[in-house]
């Protein structure tokens, strides 16, 4: 595929949403293969289960997500001040920031939204940033993987969102990452001399367990870090009853044993790493023993 190589300011807005849904086709085509298609710029998508994704021909309504179990939330869309308003190609709706950029929602039937973002040409931005309507208490708060997790007040966690990833004109992987200040989510693209335009990104922000089973972020502070280094490193037969001991509710210290021969190397390596950088360690675990999932338990370092 060419892409014209003019900024989006510059061209008819149907002609780069056509170039987008094209250089997105080309990327990560599965992509658009599993995403429920729209029909109109301002729709309303039913996931099922009662979950659903409202869109708007105004990108500055952002994108909302009802649901009965993991809770509504409410997503501000990068450059929403620019953007023209949405064109529908295929099924897909494409927001035209007016600055080399553009944003495309998909929505999945398993409930999860991507947010893809397409960048034109060398002159576009590389950061984008997702204000996050969150309850009172609830924050962002990062994970060891590279994702970020929408932590409510009483510690569980709502929603994830996935560590980011982008690519290429040429299918190459483009480092990027996310930082949080607030309930402000800022994916950056570290593009380069070697980047083959366009690149497409995204974040992707998901429920599925989370929505079905409470899952509980809980970071030890540095006195407790140190105590699970050394209950994590402590033979087998003792270790797991000592390191689910320091978790707080019945429920989380059951999840906890049961998931313990999964991660307790992840653990023991976590604890020593954030000792070794003055630091914490974070848990995520679903409080429930049944709930067999991998993303939802697992050990990082974290800020504290």
């Known amino acids: 595929m060419m892409w014209t190589g003019v900024t989006a300011s510059a061209e008819d807005a149907s002609t780069v949403a056509d170039e987008t849904v094209a250089a997105i086709d080309d990327a990560v085509g599965q992509m658009l293969d599993t995403a429920l298609a729209v029909s109109a710029a301002t729709s309303t998508v039913s996931v099922g289960g009662g979950v659903s994704v409202e869109l708007s021909s105004d990108a500055s309504d952002g994108i909302s997500i009802d649901s009965p179990t993991a809770g509504d939330l409410e997503i501000g869309l990068p450059f929403a001040e620019t953007a023209g308003d949405a064109q529908v190609v295929d099924g897909v709706m494409v927001y035209d920031n007016g600055n080399g950029s553009s944003t495309t929602p998909l929505v999945h039937a398993d409930g999860s939204v991507q947010i893809l973002t397409t960048i034109a040409d060398a002159n576009a931005p590389t950061e984008y940033s997702y204000q996050f309507d969150l309850a009172p208490g609830a924050a962002l708060v990062t994970t060891g993987q590279g994702g970020v997790d929408i932590v409510e007040a009483d510690g569980s966690v709502s929603r994830t969102i996935e560590a980011p990833w982008a690519v290429d004109a040429n299918g190459k992987a483009v480092p990027t990452h996310y930082f949080v200040v607030g309930d402000t989510l800022t994916q950056v693209i570290d593009v380069d001399t070697s980047t083959a335009y366009p690149v497409v990104a995204d974040p992707t922000v998901k429920a599925g367990w989370w929505g079905i089973l409470p899952v509980y972020r809980i970071t030890f502070t540095k ?10 490193g402590s033979p087998f037969a003792t270790a797991s009853a000592a390191f689910c001991g320091l978790l707080p509710g019945t429920t989380v210290k059951i999840a906890c044993a049961f998931f313990y021969t999964l991660i307790r190397v992840d653990l023991n390596q976590n604890a020593t790493d954030a000792v070794n950088q ?4 974070a ?15 697992d050990a990082s370092v974290a800020s504290c």
């Open 223 to 232: 006195a407790e870090t140190a105590d699970a280094k050394s209950k994590t």
């Open 278 to 281: 003055n630091k914490c360690l």
């Open 283 to 297: 848990v995520r675990l679903p409080a429930t023993a049944g709930a067999i999932n991998l993303p939802a338990y």
